[in-house]
């Protein structure tokens, strides 16, 4: 079952957050529906300081994840968020096992 997995982690400029999340949505929305590679995306923001977000994507292997970085849509959202961050880290890893109620 292993899978593909980035953790991004970005500080996003206060008066950006607003501005952020829809774009942070959309392209989460837009990765799932048309990248067959793309299995999860989910945006989460810190309970104590909305300026904290991350990126937790699921992709079935490494290639899934460098076509996703081609495309349009993501390529558009790094274009219109990119001045409303401050600062972003990244991890990769495996998910070996992943539970989950629907």
Same mark, same amino acid.
């Given at each position: 079952m292993p899978n593909f997995v980035v953790i991004f982690e970005l500080q996003v400029k %206060?008066?950006?957050?607003e501005k952020f999340l829809p774009l942070a949505? %959309?392209? %989460? @929305?837009?990765?799932?529906a048309r990248e067959p590679g793309c299995l999860q995306f989910d945006v989460v923001q810190d309970v104590d300081d909305p300026t904290r977000c991350a990126l937790y994507e699921v992709y079935t292997d490494s290639a899934a994840f460098d076509s996703h970085g081609?495309?349009?849509?993501? @390529?558009e959202?790094?274009?219109a968020a990119n001045d409303m961050v401050v600062s972003r880290s990244a991890r990769r890893a495996r998910r070996l096992v992943g539970f989950h109620k629907h």
């Open positions: %206060a008066e950006s957050v949505l %959309a392209n %989460a @929305q837009a990765s799932v081609k495309m349009p849509h993501v @390529q959202f790094f274009a």
